[in-house]
């Protein structure tokens, strides 16, 4: 039987309606956004990523669908173990980010 993923997509800026951030159990795995008449979407969490973790669709729908169907593959392949030190490295990355602008 497959297994279902849940993900949730949200506008990455308030005032841009054709940008958004795709999320997995609290974590940003990639975006979707508008490319000239057609809607590009990647994966992009801190570890290696196949050809295949990006591209583009016909519509806002397809793209979160299309990197939806990605994202499975994705989890798939990967080891649990490997995809904790993927989140690891995203958390140490915001730490920096968060540490930086507090000692403006």
Partial sequence: MKQSISLNAKLRWPDVKDHYVVIYEGHVIGNVHRSGDSWAWSISVPMGLPDWSAGNASSLHEGIKTLGNAWAGIL???????????WDL????????TGSASSI
Avoid: G, I, Y
């Fill in 90 to 97: 995203e958390r140490a990355a915001e730490s920096r980010n």
């Fill in 76 to 86: 798939k392949s990967t080891s649990a173990e490997r995809l904790q030190r993927a």
